[in-house]
């Protein structure tokens, strides 16, 4: 595996790995990583991964600092997964000056759930991936479906700027609990870890009253019963709610009846860890 620590480096490397299939990652990789990356490599072509802490995905209360950088088990990781070439700038060729061209996420996309609870997220992840498209200048990339809005956010910005871009999504992997993987499990404690598998129980239970629901006041009632039950158990629940696969919106009445049309996403903190989760039904 080659690594490309500069745009330079990366542009010679890539001279002999062109068209490559894309992971971005910011490192700290487990086995969900591995298997975006696995998806890629099963495309045929070279495989590129990146590793880059992006500050602009952070607002200033953040983990930033405290991100787990463990670089040396990176590689190890993606050298056996097959990755061919590693791009990890630092800060400082990423950004050499202030990244002041941004891009702008789509109102009732970008700004929702996620966005709404982490102003200037998607714009930061938006932009990074911008940058890194046109540093990496890939015909595929690969992104988790773990990060379902963010994914929809990406696959809107290739389409609306007619980017040469083949976005797949892999699917979540979970562990044997059914704790979806995340970089962010690591930070909790035992007690907690123990505890973190409600997540994905209660959005499955809020999956199963709302694919029963026959009007949106039970919907309603389903989303407020499954932030109650994890604010019981002691989290605090950002949002528990069941939207439309297609555009993240509300469900409208006549979407109750449409199967194979919604989603539940979750976000809750157990502790000071934030976990988010999703599952389509
Ligand atoms: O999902 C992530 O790890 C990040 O948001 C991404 C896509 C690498 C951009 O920094």
Not at 78 to 93: I, K, M, N, T, V
Request: glycine fraction near 8%; proline fraction near 6%.
């Amino acid at each position: 595996m080659q690594i490309a620590r500069t745009v330079r480096e990366l542009r010679s490397a890539l001279g002999t790995n062109r068209a490559a299939a894309f992971v971005p990652t910011m490192g700290n990789l487990h086995e969900g990583h591995l298997s975006l990356a696995r998806i890629a490599k099963a495309t045929g072509r070279p495989l590129v991964a990146s590793i880059f802490v992006n500050r602009l995905q952070f607002a200033p209360h953040e983990d930033f600092d405290s991100y787990p950088r463990t670089f040396e088990a990176d590689c190890d990781k993606l050298r056996s997964a097959g990755c061919d070439l590693l791009f990890a700038p630092g800060e400082r060729e990423l950004y050499p000056v202030e990244q002041t061209c941004r891009i702008t996420t789509p109102p009732g996309l970008g700004d929702v759930l996620e966005g709404a609870f982490r102003p200037g997220f998607f714009e930061g992840v938006a932009t990074v991936v911008m940058k890194l498209f046109g540093c990496v200048q890939p015909a595929v990339a690969v992104f988790g479906t773990k990060d379902y809005q963010q994914l929809m956010v990406v696959r809107r910005m290739v389409e609306q700027f007619n980017l040469p871009i083949e976005v797949l999504a892999g699917p979540t992997l979970r562990e044997a609990d059914g704790l979806a993987m995340s970089s962010r499990n690591g930070y909790l404690d035992a007690a907690q870890r123990a505890e973190a598998p409600a997540l994905a129980r209660a959005l499955q239970a809020l999956a199963q009253r709302a694919a029963g629901a026959r009007s949106l006041q039970a919907l309603a009632d389903a989303e407020h019963e499954a932030m109650a039950t994890l604010q019981a158990r002691g989290w605090k629940p950002d949002y528990l709610t069941v939207r439309r696969r297609a555009d993240l919106a509300p469900p409208q009445a006549a979407d109750l009846a449409t199967p194979d049309t919604l989603v539940t996403l979750g976000a809750a903190r157990l502790g000071t860890t934030r976990l988010i989760d999703n599952l389509e039904f």
